[in-house]
């Protein structure tokens, strides 16, 4: 099964206490899948059954009245056309995992 590469973005309400806990659980499942690169957005490299779960996982938590997810596809060379400044790096799937 091919992989794809797609950016995940999230703004939570957060001003209840249910908001702040649905904002803890949604990033805990973008952990699941891929890498934090700002604090509500993420790279994540996955098939498509992984994003069919990520977004059934999303879907559980996140209030359509208050909440908004964004998910958008990137094409295969991606890196190419991120332009980045400052201290995180282009996140690179392929390279080496350090733990």
Request: net charge positive; charged share 35%; hydrophobic share 30%.
């Amino acid at each position: 099964m091919s992989t794809m590469n797609i950016l995940l973005s999230y703004d939570i309400n957060t001003k209840t206490r249910k908001g702040r806990w649905r904002l803890n659980k949604i990033a805990k499942i973008c952990l699941d899948y891929g890498q934090r690169v700002q604090n509500s957005v993420y790279e994540c490299e996955i098939n498509s059954e992984q994003l069919l779960k990520l977004k059934e996982r999303i879907k559980e938590i996140y209030n359509k009245d208050e909440d908004s997810i964004r998910i958008y596809k990137l094409g295969k060379d991606y890196q190419k056309s991120v332009i980045h400044y400052g201290i995180k790096e282009v996140f690179k799937p392929d390279d080496p995992l350090i733990l």
